[in-house]
């Protein structure tokens, strides 16, 4: 099995990357956002992974193996295949993936091509506890997006991300802000603390 690539880019098509490793060239169907961070001629590396069926032998290429754990995750869902995967990672990054499940934010992952509104009800409730260990730098905030997501959080907390949210700020956005607002806003905070606290770590 191949686990990993690391050569020069040889040429990039629409859905796809060659990569010349010492002569050969490997065919690695990648997202979108994979490919935009390539360039012909340059070194790459690839996480990958390696798809063998009878007729067929199909290396998919990632930036990350975060990105690669998230394509896995997304095909244990039923009705999401290896297109449709990397039809959601090459419209939302990993993290913001991670949050728009712990958020059950639906919609966001239903801008992917391909993905109806069943689909991504699915995906984000099947992938819900599964979000926290595939966040990435996300994890820090991912608990308290998930209590937003599932209607758990605190009072002040859900006023404040919705006053913010209310304010023209993405959801994601303004839970970033809440959550880095309860470090510097003492115990029990009311939601006006948060929101001014969470403007001004909007403002940076």
Not at 12 to 35: K, M
Not at 43 to 56: F, G, K, P, Q
Not at 105 to 122: F, H, L, N, T
Not at 149 to 178: H, I, T
Request: with cysteine; hydrophobic share 50%.
């Amino acid at each position: 099995m191949i686990g990993k690539l690391k050569g020069t880019v040889d040429e990039i098509g629409e859905d796809h990357a060659i990569i010349d490793v010492h002569g050969v060239g490997y065919v690695a169907y990648c997202s979108v956002r994979t490919l935009a961070g390539l360039n012909e001629g340059e070194a790459a590396v690839l996480s990958i992974e390696t798809y063998v069926r009878e007729d067929m032998i199909r290396l998919y290429g990632f930036k990350s193996p975060l990105e690669r754990e998230w394509f896995r995750l997304l095909q244990s869902v039923q009705g999401v295949g290896a297109k449709v995967a990397l039809a959601v990672l090459s419209t939302l990054t990993a993290a913001d993936l991670a949050n728009a499940i712990a958020l059950q934010d639906k919609a966001m992952i239903a801008r992917a091509p391909g993905i109806g509104p069943k689909v991504a009800q699915r995906i984000v409730t099947e992938l819900k506890n599964k979000a926290p260990a595939a966040a990435g730098a996300e994890a820090g905030t991912i608990g308290l997006k998930q209590e937003l997501g599932e209607g758990a959080a605190p009072a002040p907390v859900a006023d404040a991300v919705s006053a913010l949210a209310n304010l023209g700020y993405a959801r994601d956005q303004a839970a970033n802000a809440v959550a880095a607002a309860l470090k510097d806003a003492g115990e029990n905070p009311e939601a006006a603390t948060l929101i001014r606290l969470g403007l001004k770590e909007l403002a940076r």
